[in-house]
């Protein structure tokens, strides 16, 4: 007995090698555990059970291994994986310890492995050898988690299936577990599904006995060699709604056009009235139209035309607006090259487009004749701006002057070569899991889709304006200022100190005519904390909030409303790689219970599907990889074929041969009514304060730096206080200063991408399978406070200052902490701002705390505006 005790300890240990946890279906709540149950119940035709009958004869195998295989496939096409273990009490006499009714037999854990390439006759075999004791081993019981890898109190299996030749009620001692089936074989084909109903709610129950009759009766007609990923399992019903009702956002337009020729036909109609604006500078759409051609012919002067890039290199002015246009009215792509990066990241980009002209800012042409030194495709610099900012030349610059332009162009004018709808109207650059920037192709087609729909379902017109507050080189700021433009609304460009400034930008909401707001959530929360402490404003003329980007915090859009009372909030999404925005949802009410605001729903002519890892749709429900199809796509990457290939492929849904879908690497699954959820992201890529951040680019950069040895990127906490970290691993013989490394990867990486720290490690966590272990990366740490003991502050404005800071970053702070590198961030830092002015009332400039992040220099600086007052 000894013997066959250790014999079965082994092969149990064997068969449960790499367990990690119980099989989790996408629709359940694993963490919940309620005290009310329910049953689903339903019944094979004759028809279908005689047909499985059948089934087991050709295949010479009992009858039970039938509703066991499909159970083990309906799991894997549910979300539970491929390496799959679950509990089975199933009767035959193909395995020693089996009993006559496995509605009475204790179950055992049975682990299959369900490849959608594998033949039925292989997992029917696989499904045998799972239940059999192989020689004289017994079976494991459930509550033995000694013999896998999991923790000690996480069972082996959760969820059950009995199969059994005769009818009668399971005890209520049997039915204990979360999620148990029972099949009945004899007397009629009979299913029944007893679930907890918190665990597994009662809609997505009934839907998965529906699935799982739907999958027997497809192995019931099975062949030998039939593939299990060809089992169908959605109703036809099911799968027309999902693929095609769903997707019923065709709209085709009788006449295609480019951006520009949206911006045009308005200028014509409305010449006088005002297009853009910032403080005292405006232009109507007239000048904007005029200026923008003078641009266009300096262009095609030097050669530029169609499948031509040109860089732009542009602070936030009027005159930005007017290098944009311009270049599309030379037929050219503009591409955004942002100020704020780093020297050696605008070198890089410069270099990939190959450009020979940039259109930049008058104080940026110095910088930019400085690095064309390096960059031989780069022959022409032209600034864009009035007589007022024409900057010195540097010597050996070839440089044009663009004023805004009076009059009409000369007769002699160079004639720009049109763009068609086909051609490339930008390239937008987003973060490159490789260390290099990806750049993102976009035509004219489908961007001009989108600024139709827009502009129709939320009746933009010559009344709006929009705050343009993002950067160029995020997709948003194309709506921005096309989609407004196109409308005969107007565009209200923020200065660079006001998008610095919540506080400003909550003045100019309150102060200016603006209709408009969008941009990422991150943003608009830096406002959210000045709502209680504003008078009340005037009625405001906001009414449309858009947000993208990233998750939105469930509490934000009942804040934003309280604040302005006439605003929609509407959740917006998609990628940059489908033209902006694919999908939409109007936020009316939140359910208290979301987790999120729900994704929505394709807009016209997009198609959003959401599959398995083999490319089939799953369950209402269930969560799958997010794929989109449809008019809005993006040509592909700039100079990266095979990357093109990869990310856009074939779309067979769509019954057309050339058409192509976006595989966007998100996670998501559908709702009863059509709308789906985000759940996050399948690879390395984050999203950051609405930045898309591949975690392979943070890595690369910082095992390029001299003395690390390798290095992981992470990401710490909720999407509204959420921290980029990087942990560093020294090379041999070496030694890493944290700071100094954050130092230089701020040197080649966008700010976004700067980890807010980086910690040293002897070495990285590792799972018993040697793979990274991202769980026990350690929380980042008060790193910055100098010591172990925070230094004590030395006044009475340092105290109160750093028990401000200390409860909005929940460490403690000392006199030499850092308000950065303890975790603060922008939308932190207002909330700090916005605490001193209720604590203290002080109106502190938010900018005193981004340019002064240590608390003694903060304290130092902020001593002129403190109130005086006992603290």
């Given at each position: 007995?000894?013997?066959?005790?250790?014999?079965?300890?082994?092969n149990w240990r064997d068969r449960l090698a790499g367990f990690a946890e119980p099989a989790v279906l996408g629709v359940e709540h694993p963490a919940r555990l309620g005290d009310r149950r329910a049953v689903v119940e339903t019944r094979l035709t004759e028809a279908e059970g005689a047909a499985l009958a059948a089934c087991a004869d050709r295949f010479g195998v009992e009858p039970a291994l039938l509703p066991l295989t499909a159970w083990a496939v309906l799991l894997a096409r549910y979300g539970a994986g491929k390496d799959l273990l679950f509990g089975a009490a199933v009767p035959g006499p193909a395995c020693a310890h089996d009993q006559a009714d496995g509605g009475h037999q204790a179950p055992v854990p049975v682990r299959l492995t369900v490849?959608?390439?594998?033949?039925?006759?292989?997992?029917?075999?696989?499904?045998?050898?799972?239940?059999?004791?192989?020689?004289?081993?017994?079976?494991?019981?459930?509550?033995?988690?000694?013999?896998?890898?999991?923790?000690?109190?996480?069972?082996?299996?959760?969820?059950?299936?009995?199969?059994?030749?005769?009818?009668?009620?399971?005890?209520?001692?049997?039915?204990?577990?979360?999620?148990?089936?029972?099949?009945?074989?004899?007397?009629?084909?009979?299913?029944?599904?007893?679930?907890?109903?918190?665990?597994?709610?009662?809609?997505?129950?009934?839907?998965?006995?529906?699935?799982?009759?739907?999958?027997?009766?497809?192995?019931?007609?099975?062949?030998?060699?039939?593939?299990?990923?060809?089992?169908?399992?959605?109703?036809?019903?099911?799968?027309?709604?999902?693929?095609?009702?769903?997707?019923?956002?065709?709209?085709?337009?009788?006449?295609?056009?480019?951006?520009?020729?949206?911006?045009?036909?308005?200028?014509?109609?409305?010449?006088?009235?005002?297009?853009?604006?910032?403080?005292?500078?405006?232009?109507?759409?007239?000048?904007l139209d005029r200026a923008a051609d003078l641009v266009a012919g300096q262009l095609a002067a030097r050669g530029i035309g169609p499948g031509d890039f040109v860089a732009l290199h542009l602070e936030r002015t009027v005159h930005s607006v007017v290098a944009l246009l311009g270049v599309l009215k030379a037929g050219a792509a503009y591409a955004p090259v942002e100020c704020s990066l780093p020297t050696e990241r605008i070198r890089r980009l410069l270099d990939s487009l190959r450009t020979s002209v940039v259109l930049c800012s008058p104080s940026r042409v110095a910088a930019l004749s400085e690095l064309s030194a390096g960059l031989p495709a780069l022959r022409h610099i032209l600034w864009v701006g009035d007589d007022t900012d024409a900057p010195?030349?540097?010597?050996?610059?070839?440089?044009?002057?663009?004023?805004?332009?009076?009059?009409?162009?000369?007769?002699?004018?160079?004639?720009?070569?049109?763009?068609?709808?086909?051609?490339?109207?930008?390239?937008?650059?987003?973060?490159?899991?490789?260390?290099?920037?990806?750049?993102?192709?976009?035509?004219?087609?489908?961007?001009?889709?989108?600024?139709?729909?827009?502009?129709?379902?939320?009746?933009?017109?010559?009344?709006?304006?929009?705050?343009?507050?993002?950067?160029?080189?995020?997709?948003?700021?194309?709506?921005?200022?096309?989609?407004?433009?196109?409308?005969?609304?107007?565009?209200?460009?923020?200065?660079?100190?006001?998008?610095?400034?919540?506080?400003?930008?909550?003045?100019?909401?309150?102060?200016?005519?603006?209709?408009?707001?969008?941009?990422?959530?991150?943003?608009?929360?830096?406002?959210?904390?000045?709502?209680?402490?504003?008078?009340?404003?005037?009625?405001?003329?906001?009414?449309?909030?858009?947000?993208?980007?990233?998750?939105?915090?469930?509490?934000?859009?009942?804040?934003?409303?309280?604040?302005?009372?006439?605003?929609?909030?509407?959740?917006?999404?998609?990628?940059?790689?489908?033209?902006?925005?694919?999908?939409?949802?109007?936020?009316?009410?939140?359910?208290?219970?979301?987790?999120?605001?729900?994704?929505?729903?394709?807009?016209?002519?997009?198609?959003?599907?959401?599959?398995?890892?083999?490319?089939?749709?799953?369950?209402?429900?269930?969560?799958?990889?997010?794929?989109?199809?449809?008019?809005?796509?993006?040509?592909?990457?700039?100079?990266?074929?095979?990357?093109?290939?990869?990310?856009?492929?074939?779309?067979?849904?769509?019954?057309?041969?050339?058409?192509?879908?976006?595989?966007?690497?998100?996670?998501?699954?559908?709702?009863?009514?059509?709308?789906?959820?985000?759940?996050?992201?399948?690879?390395?890529?984050?999203?950051?304060?609405?930045?898309?951040?591949?975690?392979?680019?943070?890595?690369?950069?910082?095992?390029?730096?001299?003395?690390?040895?390798?290095?992981?990127?992470?990401?710490?906490?909720?999407?509204?206080?959420?921290?980029?970290?990087?942990?560093?691993?020294?090379?041999?013989?070496?030694?890493?200063?944290?700071?100094?490394?954050?130092?230089?990867?701020?040197?080649?990486?966008?700010?976004?991408?700067?980890?807010?720290?980086?910690?040293?490690?002897?070495?990285?966590?590792?799972?018993?399978?040697?793979?990274?272990?991202?769980?026990?990366?350690?929380?980042?740490?008060?790193?910055?406070?100098?010591?172990?003991?925070?230094?004590?502050?030395?006044?009475?404005?340092?105290?109160?200052?750093?028990?401000?800071?200390?409860?909005?970053?929940?460490?403690?702070?000392?006199?030499?902490?850092?308000?950065?590198?303890?975790?603060?961030?922008?939308?932190?830092?207002?909330?700090?701002?916005?605490?001193?002015?209720?604590?203290?009332?002080?109106?502190?400039?938010?900018?005193?705390?981004?340019?002064?992040?240590?608390?003694?220099?903060?304290?130092?600086?902020?001593?002129?505006?403190?109130?005086?007052?006992?603290?």
């Open positions: 007995m000894e013997r066959q005790a250790r014999e079965a300890e082994t490849d959608y390439d594998r033949s039925v006759r292989s997992l029917l075999d696989a499904a045998a050898a799972a239940l059999c004791d192989p020689g004289r081993t017994r079976p494991a019981p459930h509550g033995a988690p000694a013999l896998g890898e999991p923790p000690p109190d996480v069972p082996l299996f959760d969820k059950c299936l009995r199969v059994r030749d005769r009818p009668g009620q399971p005890t209520a001692e049997r039915a204990s577990l979360p999620i148990e089936l029972t099949v009945t074989t004899g007397e009629g084909f009979s299913l029944r599904l007893e679930h907890d109903c918190a665990r597994l709610e009662e809609a997505d129950a009934a839907a998965l006995l529906r699935h799982f009759r739907l999958l027997l009766t497809a192995l019931s007609g099975a062949g030998e060699d039939t593939a299990v990923g060809s089992l169908d399992f959605l109703d036809p019903a099911e799968y027309h709604r999902i693929v095609h009702e769903w997707n019923d956002t065709a709209n085709e337009y009788d006449d295609p056009a480019c951006i520009h020729e949206l911006v045009e036909r308005q200028a014509a109609r409305t010449p006088d009235a005002v297009a853009v604006v910032q403080g005292e500078r405006r232009l109507a759409y007239a000048e010195p030349a540097p010597h050996g610059t070839d440089r044009v002057r663009v004023d805004r332009a009076i009059g009409p162009a000369p007769a002699d004018a160079p004639k720009p070569h049109r763009a068609a709808p086909d051609d490339l109207a930008y390239v937008i650059f987003t973060s490159g899991s490789t260390g290099v920037p990806k750049g993102v192709l976009l035509r004219h087609a489908p961007v001009v889709n989108l600024i139709r729909w827009v502009n129709t379902t939320f009746g933009i017109g010559p009344d709006d304006r929009v705050l343009f507050i993002t950067a160029f080189g995020f997709d948003l700021s194309v709506y921005d200022v096309f989609g407004l433009l196109a409308a005969g609304g107007s565009v209200r460009v923020a200065t660079d100190d006001e998008v610095r400034d919540p506080r400003r930008l909550l003045s100019v909401l309150d102060g200016e005519p603006i209709t408009f707001w969008d941009s990422a959530p991150a943003a608009l929360q830096q406002l959210e904390p000045l709502f209680a402490l504003r008078p009340a404003p005037p009625s405001s003329t906001l009414r449309l909030v858009f947000l993208s980007g990233d998750r939105i915090p469930v509490t934000l859009p009942d804040a934003v409303r309280s604040a302005f009372p006439r605003a929609e909030v509407v959740s917006l999404g998609g990628a940059t790689e489908a033209a902006i925005w694919s999908n939409y949802h109007r936020v009316g009410e939140v359910d208290p219970r979301w987790t999120s605001i729900p994704y929505g729903r394709p807009i016209q002519n997009a198609r959003y599907y959401i599959l398995d890892r083999d490319l089939r749709p799953v369950p209402v429900g269930v969560p799958g990889d997010l794929h989109i199809g449809g008019d809005c796509l993006a040509a592909g990457y700039h100079g990266d074929p095979d990357l093109t290939r990869r990310k856009f492929i074939p779309d067979p849904f769509a019954g057309a041969s050339r058409a192509r879908m976006y595989h966007t690497g998100d996670r998501a699954r559908f709702r009863a009514d059509g709308t789906m959820e985000f759940l996050g992201r399948t690879d390395s890529q984050v999203k950051l304060r609405g930045f898309r951040i591949e975690l392979g680019e943070v890595e690369a950069a910082l095992r390029a730096l001299e003395g690390v040895g390798t290095a992981v990127a992470h990401v710490h906490g909720a999407s509204d206080t959420a921290r980029l970290t990087a942990y560093a691993v020294p090379g041999p013989g070496r030694q890493l200063d944290p700071v100094a490394l954050r130092d230089r990867l701020a040197a080649t990486l966008p700010a976004y991408m700067v980890p807010t720290e980086v910690m040293i490690l002897p070495s990285l966590p590792a799972t018993p399978n040697g793979k990274l272990d991202r769980r026990a990366l350690p929380e980042p740490g008060a790193a910055g406070s100098g010591d172990t003991a925070p230094d004590e502050p030395a006044d009475s404005t340092e105290a109160a200052l750093a028990g401000i800071w200390s409860e909005v970053l929940g460490h403690p702070v000392g006199t030499d902490s850092d308000f950065f590198l303890l975790g603060g961030q922008s939308l932190l830092a207002v909330r700090a701002i916005a605490r001193i002015k209720a604590t203290l009332g002080a109106e502190v400039p938010i900018r005193t705390l981004l340019e002064n992040p240590r608390l003694k220099d903060f304290a130092r600086e902020a001593e002129p505006f403190v109130t005086r007052q006992p603290v």
